[in-house]
């Protein structure tokens, strides 16, 4: 594993990825996706320009926070959260991208104490295995969201399923564009939707073309 030249890789392929959608090269964040690899393979991407660390769960992720809190990192937890476990991880979140219900976000108004960055997360394919919203859903529980002032709503998280072509990539991610647009337009206060998650290693190049500004980046950087 050549982490140097992986990662040098990675910052290429999305710089290209941003070039050919016509974007700033600085539009989109790059999340390394650290869930596999320990502590100091996690901290030996920090000298390389990684600035953002991602985990999916919350005793993998306060490990890292804990090892690593004293470095320039922005902190992302990004996977399922259950409400039992809010308390536990909340304080140490920049941003959670897999908000699924109002349950889970009455939950994190209750334990946080700062404003956390939150994605909504929806389910735009349909996948019965997937987590979210779906699009009628989310529109019509926005006012409920909206009351609790410690969440703000960058924006939009969604996943694709691992099966889909790439035309398929393209609708799902362009109707994540649409949905987020159209909440945009209502401008509630804590609901700003300026952000999108999504895009992995195997589909970021899509996700890019329709507005990704955060994708998340495990494999490529590991391998």
């Excluded at 769960?57 to 409400?83: C, M, N, S």
């Amino acid at each position: 594993m050549n982490l140097k030249k992986n990662t040098e890789l990675v910052f290429q392929q999305i710089a290209d990825a941003s070039q050919e959608a016509n974007r700033a090269l600085d539009a989109v964040s790059v999340i390394a996706v650290t869930k596999y690899v320990d502590v100091q393979t996690a901290e030996a991407l920090l000298p390389l320009g990684v600035r953002h660390i991602g985990e999916n769960r919350v005793d993998k992720f306060l490990e890292k926070y804990q090892a690593l809190k004293d470095y320039p990192v922005t902190w992302h937890l990004i996977g399922t959260l259950q409400r039992r476990k809010v308390k536990e991880v909340i304080p140490f979140v920049d941003y959670f991208h897999a908000l699924d219900s109002l349950k889970l976000a009455q939950e994190i108004q209750k334990r946080t104490d700062h404003v956390v960055k939150c994605f909504l997360q929806v389910n735009i394919s349909g996948e019965e295995s997937k987590h979210g919203f779906s699009k009628e859903e989310l529109l019509e529980l926005l006012p409920e969201l909206a009351k609790l002032d410690q969440i703000e709503y960058v924006g939009l998280m969604t996943m694709a399923p691992f099966e889909a072509d790439s035309d398929e990539l393209k609708e799902i991610f362009k109707d994540t564009q649409a949905l987020q647009a159209e909440i945009r337009e209502k401008q509630i206060p804590n609901i700003p939707m300026t952000e999108l998650s999504m895009g992995m290693s195997r589909d970021f190049k899509e996700a890019i073309q329709f507005g990704s500004t955060f994708v998340r980046i495990g494999t490529a950087f590991f391998k």
